[in-house]
T-cell receptor, first 111, second 113 residues
Framework: DAKTTQPPSMDCAEGRAANLPCNHS???????VYWYRQIHSQGPQYIIHGLKNNETNEMASLIITEDRKSSTLILPHATLRDTAVYYC????????????FGAGTQVVVTP | ETGVTQTPRHLVMGMTNKKSLKCEQH?????MYWYKQSAKKPLELMFV???????ENNSVPSRFSPECPNSSHLFLHLHTLQPEDSALYLC????????????FGEGSRLTVL
């Protein structure tokens, strides 16, 4: 599976949009981009995933570049409860959920 | 509430003890997983069970012994652990053939003295 690169940390003001980048330049055609987050001492939580089209759900939006080499997770109106480590993972569909978690991005939302 | 319940939430054991971690999922999923998260390290996949058959063992030492008696339950039996095995052990489930996302439990925090 392709590796991903994320900034180690970023801050965001409460109520503003948080844009979390992820590079996955070696992604192949059958690999999806998944995003999870982990609030301190809890299990990771699924946020969103996509293949090549942009996706939106009640939690976030996922923007994937046309060449699929990078993506951005957008939290439209960050709240203090969005403070967490965010993981961007690239994985083939049907890989039995064998996600390879990296270090992720520590997002701190401040009042 | 994710539909995946882990017990106990906290466990302290000596190196000579035998204990078990339990995971139960109420989502009707057909695959279950054990992940390990040590301090300041990424999550590591330990075991994968699909339809109650073990399909992955990521070079985990034999002092960790998984058991999946049915599609809703997963155990991790622990014996003669080392202090470096202290970590957060996370159980997850998924439905193969669907979109593949994992649903995690809250984890069992293990301390080995």
């Amino acid at each position: 599976d392709a590796k991903t690169t994320q900034p180690p940390s970023m801050d965001c003001a409460e109520g503003r949009a948080a844009n979390l980048p992820c590079n996955h330049s070696t992604i192949s055609g059958n690999e999806y981009v998944y995003w999870y987050r982990q609030i301190h001492s809890q299990g990771p939580q699924y946020i969103i995933h996509g293949l090549k089209n942009n996706e939106t759900n009640e939690m976030a939006s996922l923007i994937i570049t046309e060449d699929r080499k990078s993506s951005t997770l957008i939290l439209p109106h960050a709240t203090l409860r969005d403070t967490a480590v965010y993981y961007c993972i690239v994985m083939k569909s049907g890989s039995w959920g064998k996600f390879q978690f990296g270090a992720g991005t520590q997002v701190v939302v401040t009042p | 509430e994710t539909g995946v319940t882990q017990t106990p939430r906290h466990l302290v054991m000596g190196m000579t003890n035998k204990k078990s971690l339990k995971c139960e999922q109420h989502l009707g999923h057909n695959a279950m997983y054990w992940y390990k998260q040590s301090a300041k390290k990424p999550l590591e996949l330990m075991f994968v069970y699909s339809l109650e058959e073990r399909v992955e063992n990521n070079s985990v030492p034999s002092r960790f012994s998984p058991e999946c008696p049915n599609s809703s339950h997963l155990f991790l039996h622990l014996h003669t652990l080392q202090p470096e095995d202290s970590a957060l052990y996370l159980c997850a489930s998924s439905q193969e053939g669907a979109t593949g996302e994992l649903f995690f439990g809250e984890g069992s925090r293990l301390t080995v003295l």
